[in-house]
């Protein structure tokens, strides 16, 4: 699942994969509670294993793609 956090004056997106048997709804809760609390921070972990923290304050969007085994591509995917 693709992460797409949108930060508030800079013109870049941070974009990362979730790891394996991560869901939406736990995403969902991560930022809800960082953006619940003042001088908070986000933390979020890539499939590789790198953590990158945000500031709550500076989080303008959030994007959660679908899970890699919902996505289909091509002709044959009906």
Same mark, same amino acid.
Do not use: C, H
């Given at each position: 699942?693709? /992460?797409? !956090? #949108? /930060? =508030?004056?800079?013109?870049?997106?941070?974009?990362? +994969?979730? *790891?394996?048997?991560?869901?939406? &709804?736990?995403? &969902?809760? !991560?930022?809800? &509670?960082?953006? =619940?609390?003042? #001088? =908070? /921070? !986000?933390?979020?972990?890539?499939?590789? #294993?790198?953590?990158?923290?945000? *500031? =709550?304050?500076? /989080?303008?969007?959030?994007?959660?793609?679908?899970?890699? &085994? +919902?996505?289909?591509?091509?002709? #044959?995917? !009906?």
């Amino acid at each position: 699942m693709d /992460i797409r !956090l #949108g /930060i =508030s004056e800079s013109p870049k997106e941070l974009v990362l +994969e979730a *790891p394996e048997g991560e869901t939406q &709804e736990n995403i &969902e809760k !991560l930022v809800e &509670e960082a953006m =619940s609390k003042d #001088g =908070s /921070i !986000l933390w979020l972990t890539d499939k590789k #294993g790198k953590r990158v923290g945000v *500031p =709550s304050a500076k /989080i303008a969007y959030v994007e959660l793609g679908p899970p890699k &085994e +919902e996505r289909r591509v091509g002709f #044959g995917a !009906l």
